[in-house]
């Protein structure tokens, strides 16, 4: 037997049904789902019930929860998959990557922590175990004495071209093999733009 819907739930269905009867008619033909009541008939998607997401809000948020876990989870098997091949984790993985990409190899340890989503004191375990393994080293900066730069080493610097050439390998099978090329550089394009418009002020 099914559950009895709370007030929230039935009122999304009851949007939703408008959505979709007023996309067969005013709308876009053969719209069948709320989201299309989002593109075509902004008017039927505003119905909703007092403290309750309209059904075009629902599949809004549902749709980029969706782009969040896809990209979110590809990132961690990815990481996963590379790391499983040495003897670094996937967070470590993401700071070798990085740090090769950076002019001269190296960045303040704020940066690496911004990477990483992580605290200080979780960012400095990351950098610790990659300065026992000899891929990186601490250097403090020649401008700000306060500030730490997270450095690659020779080691590291090799060890890092390997894992990237892993990591690009996985990205073509797991990735482009499965959207294309051309999926690939348009997910490039969309993201980046959402990327230019977190910029702080001034482009900070």
């Known amino acids: 037997m099914a559950a009895p819907e709370d007030g929230c739930t039935a009122a999304v269905r009851a949007g939703g049904s408008a959505d979709r009867a007023e996309g067969s008619t005013g709308c876009a033909e053969g719209s069948s789902a709320a989201t299309e009541g989002a593109v075509g008939c902004p008017e039927a998607a505003a119905v909703r019930a007092e403290g309750c997401p309209t059904a075009t809000d629902v599949a809004l948020l549902e749709g980029w929860h969706g782009i969040a876990r896809g990209l979110g989870g590809v990132q961690e098997e990815l990481s996963a998959e590379v790391a499983r091949g040495s003897r670094i984790d996937p967070a470590a993985v993401q700071v070798l990557w990085f740090l090769l990409t950076r002019p001269g190899g190296a960045v303040p340890m704020n940066q690496v922590s911004r990477l990483l989503g992580f605290s200080t004191a979780g960012t400095t375990k990351v950098v610790d175990r990659l300065a026992e393994l000899g891929l990186i080293e601490r250097r403090p900066s ?28 996985a990205l073509r099978e797991r990735v482009v093999g499965v959207i294309g090329e051309e999926g690939f550089t348009t997910l490039v394009t969309l993201t980046g733009r959402l990327s230019e418009g977190t910029a702080g002020p001034c482009g900070a």
Do not use: I, N
């Open 142 to 169: 020649p401008d700000d004495r306060r500030v730490t730069f997270a450095a690659l080493t020779p080691h590291g610097r090799e060890a890092a071209g390997d894992l990237a050439a892993d990591l690009a390998r």
